[in-house]
């Protein structure tokens, strides 16, 4: 199974970029990698989703290099509302991997004025 | 807007009680999911769905059970509550975009 590793907290300051890697180092040939958001007393909130090299989208790029044994989220400029713990999942539910669906411990990133 | 909802919130139950915990979702989905949320731990699957009336075990289905018996509703059933399962329980859906999951606010559930 994929184990997702992620840092268990980051600081940084509005207006700053802030990058968060996600190690899975077993992560298998249909696995796709994708990132999620979740404030406090609220469900994760799906931000982007990548198979390889880059993706972005209106909030958010996902860097996943050529082995895809890691992939690094990156948020442009933060704002305080950005504050939240920030998941990687690895899997696939394509190929029947529905119980192999790995969350990450989740990163807690705290924005500071 | 697509929503999932959950029956409950907050739910307080006796040891060696039987809980239910339903979920609904309104976009059509084909997959849904049961997850356990503990601090420190992630998010844990406790039983999948791919299709009315089939489930599928997650990473940890024990003193769990489910029941998909329309596409938009999806229960997850503790046959009898124990203070371990003191937990944030989440829902989600999906369609095929592989790993875009929809998730429901919560249940947060406290076994005494």
């Known amino acids: 199974l994929a184990k997702t590793t992620q840092p268990i907290s980051m600081d940084s300051y509005e207006g700053q970029e802030v990058n968060i890697t996600c190690s899975h180092n077993n992560i298998a040939t249909n696995d796709y990698i994708t990132w999620y958001q979740q404030f406090p007393s609220q469900g994760p909130r799906f931000i982007i989703q990548g198979y390889k090299t880059k993706v972005t989208n209106e909030v958010a790029s996902l860097f996943i290099p050529a082995d895809r044994k890691s992939s690094t989220l990156s948020l442009p400029r933060v704002s305080l509302s950005d504050t939240a713990v920030y998941y990687c999942l690895v899997g696939d539910l394509f190929s029947g991997g529905y119980n192999k669906l790995i969350f990450g411990a989740g990163t807690r990133l705290a924005v500071h004025p | 807007d697509v929503k999932v909802t959950q029956s409950s919130r907050y739910l307080v139950k006796r040891t060696g009680e039987k809980v239910f915990l339903e979920c609904v979702q309104d976009?059509?989905?084909?997959?849904m999911f049961w997850y356990r949320q503990d601090p420190g731990l992630g998010l844990r699957l406790i039983y999948f769905?791919?299709?009315?009336?089939?489930?599928e075990k997650g990473d940890i289905p024990e003193g769990y059970s489910v029941s998909r018996e329309k596409k938009e509703r999806f229960s997850l059933i503790l046959e009898s509550a124990s203070t371990n399962q003191t937990s944030m329980y989440l829902c989600?859906?999906?369609?095929?975009?592989?790993?875009?999951?929809?998730f429901g606010p919560g249940t947060r559930l406290t076994v005494l």
């Open positions: 976009m059509d989905h084909e997959n």
């Open positions: 769905s791919y299709d009315v009336k089939m489930k």
């Open positions: 989600a859906s999906s369609s095929q975009s592989p790993n875009e999951q929809f």
